[in-house]
């Protein structure tokens, strides 16, 4: 297993699940990724994590306060009690206040600009997602906004640090990246025009797969609903999915898996 190379401050540096049904996330993830999952750590309010082999990839927990399902991104920061400062300040909100997770760093959650939650992540003895870009495993992670794209855009440069490169500027497609070409960590895709009214903005999560023909009939046969495709772009052969309680997420083939 290749090392992961360090991240950049900003950068995502842990995915969670947030089920209204943990239990069956499991089995619906373990069917089409081929993920384990730990036991639940009453320490942690039962909270298991998703394992690709031997590597943690994934955190997953109960969804608090009747929210529905959904993927968490957590992004990096070497200062979290400045970062949620700056997201304050900077047209964000504060949801959770920093604090300590029992040695393994310190977590936060804010809310941009968009509405999106996003999570902050510390990092002491948990530095994050364990492999990324291989069968089973995240591959990319981008952020679909409803409303604000410009100041979405703003607060995450000022907040995180992002150096942001605009891969189109049309009404047709608007989006940007954190980095370019393949240094790029992270997007900010404006989805206002494509989604349906009352759409709230979301981080995505796309995970890589070996077939993707193959993994739509797998969400299908599981409880889960495809939303479109598979259909072949330059970034891969990809799809766009609902799992079994109602997590968006997508599915992709890098170019470099293709036959």
């Known amino acids: 297993m290749p090392d992961l190379t360090p991240k950049p401050e900003g950068a995502p ?15 619906f993830y373990g069917s089409l990724l081929g993920t384990t999952v730990s036991e639940p750590n009453p320490d942690f309010g039962g909270y298991r994590n998703l394992l690709h082999g031997e590597t943690l990839i994934a955190g997953l927990m109960d ?6 399902s959904s993927w968490v991104v957590y992004l990096l920061t070497h200062d979290i009690d400045e970062t949620i400062t700056l997201a ?13 997770v029992m040695g393994l760093g310190k977590m ?8 999106a939650y996003v999570g902050l992540w510390q ?22 906004t409803t409303s604000a794209f410009p100041a979405t855009v703003a607060f995450y440069e000022k907040v995180f640090g992002w150096t942001t490169s605009s891969m189109g500027d049309t ?19 404006d989805a206002s025009v494509t989604s349906t009214a009352g759409t709230p903005s979301a981080w995505q999560v796309y995970f890589a797969v070996d077939d993707v023909d193959h993994a739509v009939e797998v969400v299908r046969a599981e409880g889960g609903t495809v939303l479109d495709g598979p ?3 330059s970034y891969g052969r990809i799809s766009h999915a609902i799992d079994s309680t109602g997590a968006a997420f997508t599915l992709v083939r890098l170019p470099d898996q293709q036959a």
Do not use: K, N
């Open 13 to 27: 540096i842990w995915i969670e699940l947030s089920s209204t049904d943990p239990v069956e996330s499991a089995r």
């Open 63 to 68: 969804a608090q306060g009747g929210m529905p």
């Open 88 to 100: 304050e300040q900077h047209g964000g909100g504060a949801l959770v206040s920093p604090m300590d």
């Open 108 to 115: 936060a959650f804010a809310q941009d600009p968009s509405g």
């Open 123 to 144: 990092p002491e003895t948990q530095s994050g997602i364990g492999i990324e870009d291989e069968p089973g495993t995240p591959t990319w992670y981008e952020l679909h």
């Open 171 to 189: 009404d047709e497609f608007r989006m940007v990246t954190f980095g370019e070409g393949p240094d790029a960590q992270a997007g900010i895709y």
């Open 231 to 233: 259909e072949d772009t």
